[in-house]
């Protein structure tokens, strides 16, 4: 078996991370796969100064309104199929990419995925929660088709009060509402596994997402809402799930999954 490690970040801004320069740590890094959200750009605007690492393939996604959303996968395994989901993200958004390939014998469906922010008003907590099952219900066919999958991305949702560091006052806010929450325990009941909580346990005080304001990064006033998932079939293949909280350059930071396959 071989090590292979994926990374996922939410960007806020491919190009604003680009003048930063904060994704040229990739090139030392030894990342099979990156999934990257947020972009907020078409895919032939995505810089190609990044990092000066070529990978093979590119997948990228955009959103029907530019500067809004936006995905992007980077890998160097031999993908097989490769689509941008549009049973799930009917609106459009650019909000997921798909991409099959198989290593030994597993055949495997990887999503990167940014899904629906429900904040701003009702309409779209609804289409949140409408988005959430859809994808539940793509994984379970692809599932039965035989695929392992992988999931990772920003989920928008901290699942249970140790992953944010202020449960009680955000019990109201979408993001921590007892709807979504029961959508990811919904979710993990369906054979998936939180990976991160599979490696370190109930150890609170691990978060992927700060707030610009009151300093809140520095404090490590945190959500982790940002998540790596894999199929029931793929757990003892769990090598190691963590997070790159020292990485900086947006309001997320990076998430990794070494796997063995």
């Not at 006033?221 to 790159?244: Q, T």
Request: glycine share 6%; with cysteine; aromatic share 12%.
């Amino acid at each position: 078996m071989n090590t292979y490690k994926f990374i996922s970040w939410n960007v806020n801004g491919i190009r604003a991370v680009d003048k930063k320069e904060a994704l040229k740590w990739i090139d030392e890094a030894n990342v099979d796969l990156l999934g990257v959200q947020e972009t907020k750009s078409q895919i032939d605007q995505i810089p190609s100064t990044i990092f000066e690492r070529e990978y093979k393939t590119l997948a990228g996604s955009q959103s029907a309104i530019k500067g809004r959303s936006g995905t992007a996968l980077f890998t160097d395994i031999e993908t097989t199929f490769t689509c941008n989901c549009p049973s799930v993200d009917v609106l459009d958004e650019g909000r997921i990419n798909e991409v099959h390939f198989t290593i030994g014998d597993k055949d495997i469906a990887f999503f990167n995925v940014y899904f629906p922010n429900g904040q701003s008003k009702e309409e779209r907590l609804a289409y949140k929660m409408e988005f959430y099952d859809r994808f539940l219900e793509h994984c379970e066919k692809l599932k039965k088709d035989g695929k392992s999958i992988i999931v990772c991305g920003d989920v928008n949702t901290a699942h249970k009060a140790i992953d944010l560091a202020r449960p009680k006052a955000n019990e109201k806010t979408s993001g921590f509402l007892p709807m979504e929450r029961e959508w990811m325990d919904k979710f993990l009941a369906h054979g998936y596994i939180d990976t991160l909580r599979h490696v370190i346990g109930d150890e609170p005080e691990h978060y992927s997402w700060w707030s610009y304001r009151a300093n809140a990064r520095a404090n490590n006033v945190g959500w982790r809402i940002d998540y790596f998932y894999v199929s029931d079939d793929l757990k003892d293949n769990i090598k190691d799930a963590y997070i790159l909280n020292e990485v900086m350059g947006s309001d997320h930071c990076p998430i990794a999954l070494e796997i063995q396959l």
